[in-house]
C-alpha cells in the first residue's frame, strides 16, 4: 500500500477504499480518485472490505449498496460500528434514493446515483474528504486544549508538526501496523504512547520493548516468555513482553538492532497471531498492535542482509517520519517554555529567557534534538542563579556558533592568534561560572592577579 506522508497536497495520506463487483465502475472510480491524488484500494465483495478496512488504514469508503454476499448496507454497519471514523459515500442505482437516505440515517456521509458522471463523483469525494480534514482539525484542537494523553509531551505549533500530528490521529483510529522514522530524541516513544491512547483500545497495555537493551542471550525468553524448567535458573515460569501486550500495544524501539533470528522469530509470531514461550509444547494466541521504531537507516540494512524485508513490510504499513529539531525551530520558544515549566522547582522559578539566551537557542543545530533541548534547560534551572535564564546559564557548547551536523560539509577552520584564544577562554570561564573571577582563574590554572590584569588588558573587565 502507498505511504502517506510523501507530498505537500493537502490530500495527500488520504485511503479510499472503493468496493464494487461491477469492473466498468470499480476501473472508473479508481481512476477519478488518483487523479485527486488519493491512495486507492479496491475490493468486490463485502468480506474483502471489512477484511482490508482491518488490515489497513482507511480514511474514506465508496461502496455500492448492491453487493455480494452481504449487501452495502450491511458494509455500512459493520464499518461504523468497528471504524466510526471512516466516511462513506453510497453508490445507487438511478431511482433508489429511499435506500439512498436510508443509508444516511445509518450514518453515510452521502450518496450518489448510478450512472453518474466523473464531475459529480470527484465532487462527491471531495465533500466527503474536507470533512475529515475538519474532524481531524478539531480533534487535534480538542486535544491540545485538554492536554491529556494523546499528544502528551508532544509539542510544537510548526508546519511538519501539525502534520505529524494529522498522521497520528488517522492511524490512531486503525489498528495497522506503524514504522516510526527519526533521530535520536526527536521523541519516537512520544508517538507510539500518543497513537494507542488516542486509539479505541487505550484501555488496554501498553507495552515498550528497548531492543537495543535487551541481553542477547535473553532477547527470546524477555520477549516471549518462558516455562518452569526451560533453563537452567527458570524456577518458575514468565510471561513475555508480548504477551504482556494482549489487547493493546507492543513498542519495539530501536527494532534494527533486534538480532536476525530473533527478528524471523517475531514475524512468525506477527504472522500467526500466536507466540510459544521457550521450552513450552503449546502456542498461545496474541491479539497485538505493533509500532516499531529506529533511528537507523534501513534501506541500507535491507541492503546489507541485517534486516529481514519481510519483517520490514510487515511493521512498514504506515510510516511516520519525525523531522529533527534543525528544522523546526519555530517550536523551540514553546519547547523551551514547556521544559522550564516541568523542572522549575517550588523554591525558586525562572521566570523567563533572556534575548541573547533565546537567540542562541534558536541558532545553535541541536544534534541531540528535543531530548537535548530539555536537558539543557534543565541544567540551567539547577544551577541557574537568576529568576532570568541567561546565556551564562547555557552549557560551553552553546556559547559559541553551532558546529555542523553530523555529514555536513566542514567549513576551514581560520588561524587563530594565541593572544585571541587567551582572551576566548577567559571570556568563556568567567561567563561559564556566573562572572566569579576567583573560580575562573583556579580553572584556567592562573592566579587571581594574573585572571584581572588579563581582564583589563582586554577590556574585558566590566
Known sequence: MPRPGQSNDP?????????????????????????????????????????????????????????????????????????????????????????????IKRGAHDYIAKPFHVEDLAAKLRHALKQLELSQENRILREQVRGKPGFGQ????????????????????????????????????????????????????????????????????????????????????????????????????????????????????????????VGSTHRIPIDIRVIAATNRDLDSALQEGRFRKDLYYRLNVVTIKLPPLCERKSDIPLLVNSFLERHNDSGRAIQGVSEEAMARLMSYDWPGNVRELENVVERAVALGTGSIMDIVDLPSSLHYDSAPRS????????????????????????????????????????????????????????
Do not use: W
Open 154 to 277: 508532544l509539542l510544537g505549533t510548526s508546519p511538519k508538526m501539525q502534520r505529524i500530528y494529522r498522521l497520528i490521529l488517522k492511524v490512531s483510529q486503525s489498528r495497522c501496523p506503524v514504522l516510526i522514522l527519526g533521530e535520536s530524541g526527536t521523541g519516537k516513544e512520544l508517538v507510539a504512547r500518543s497513537i494507542h491512547f488516542l486509539g479505541a483500545h487505550r484501555e488496554r497495555p501498553f507495552v515498550p520493548v528497548d531492543c537495543a537493551g535487551l541481553v542477547p542471550t535473553l532477547i527470546e525468553s524477555e520477549l516471549f516468555g518462558y516455562v518452569k524448567g526451560a533453563f537452567t535458573g527458570a524456577h518458575r515460569s514468565k510471561v513475555g513482553l508480548v504477551e504482556e501486550a494482549h489487547g493493546g500495544t507492543l513498542f519495539l524501539d530501536e527494532i534494527a538492532e533486534l538480532p536476525p533470528d530473533l527478528q524471523a522469530k517475531l514475524l512468525r509470531a506477527l504472522q500467526e497471531k500466536e507466540i510459544k514461550p
Open 11 to 103: 490530500r495527500d495520506g488520504f485511503v479510499v477504499l472503493i468496493a464494487d463487483d461491477d469492473p466498468a465502475t470499480l476501473n472508473l472510480c479508481r481512476d477519478v480518485a488518483e487523479k485527486m491524488k488519493l491512495k486507492v484500494l479496491t475490493v468486490t465483495s463485502t468480506e474483502a472490505a471489512l477484511r482490508l478496512a482491518e488490515e489497513n488504514h482507511v480514511d474514506l469508503v465508496l461502496a455500492d449498496i448492491r453487493m455480494p454476499e452481504a449487501g452495502g448496507m450491511v458494509l455500512l454497519e459493520r464499518l461504523k460500528q468497528a471504524h466510526p471514523h471512516i466516511e462513506v459515500v453510497m453508490m445507487t442505482q438511478f431511482g433508489s434514493v429511499d435506500t439512498a437516505v436510508e443509508a
Open 407 to 462: 555529514g555536513a560539509p566542514q567549513p576551514e577552520q581560520a588561524i587563530v592568534s594565541l593572544r585571541e584564544l587567551e582572551k576566548r577562554a577567559i571570556l568563556h570561564a568567567v561567563k561559564e561560572l556566573g562572572g566569579d573571577k576567583l573560580l575562573a582563574a583556579r580553572l584556567l590554572g592562573i592566579g587571581k592577579t594574573t585572571l584581572y590584569r588579563k581582564l583589563k588588558e582586554y577590556a574585558l573587565e566590566s
